[in-house]
């Protein structure tokens, strides 16, 4: 369970501290936000390479198999809808908790515009789908079992985010938690999802196709 521990807390430590210059409004240009992003989770990633094939769990996580592809982009859709719908209600864009988004926006870039970006946004959620939904969920469910893993990896994934409250606060909404209620709710379905199917591609899918279209500027393909 120690070893577990430290793992988990080294990356939620790097990984913090990326959200935490990352996401901060002194790095003026989206190619710098990925920068600062990419370069922790590049550390990481090798790291969580190296741990699964310790561990013989690397090829099982990376095999494909077929329905995959389907199963992501449908649970990326629907979990993009939620995402939305969420978005929508804890920050209307009538109100002050509008500038929440625009500060995100801000910092991230329209990868939807941008080919560069959306190349980085690839990279950077198949990164986190190896650090989180294979190596730190595999080291959890070592520790404490399957019952309590996919909750555990939640947590520890919205708390990587936890700087994203300060750095991307708002002059009148004050601290922002859309970053940190994202990660935990995102984080639940995908590491559910992960120990259910045990490999990576579902979550991979569905994960590029939520930060996907919650990446776009005040998403507008949901009516209403």
Known sequence: MVAGVKLTSLCILLVGLATGVGLNPRLAEPWQTWTALLLPYSVLTALAVRELRARGQLG???I????DLSIGIVLGLVMAIAGVVGQRALAPTSSPAAEWLF??????GNVQHDPLLLVGLVILVAMEEIVWRAMVLETLERSL???WTAPASAVAYALAHLPTLWTLAGVN????????LAALGCGLCWSFAALA???LWPTF???LVFSYFMAAPLPSWLPG
């Open 64 to 67: 494909p198999r077929g329905g």
């Open 197 to 199: 199917l045990g490999r």
């Open 103 to 108: 500060g995100i926006y801000a910092q991230v």
């Open 145 to 147: 079992g399957r019952r």
């Open 173 to 180: 909404a004050g601290l922002n938690p859309l970053l940190v």
């Open 205 to 207: 899918g569905a994960h």
């Open 60 to 62: 099982a996580r990376l």
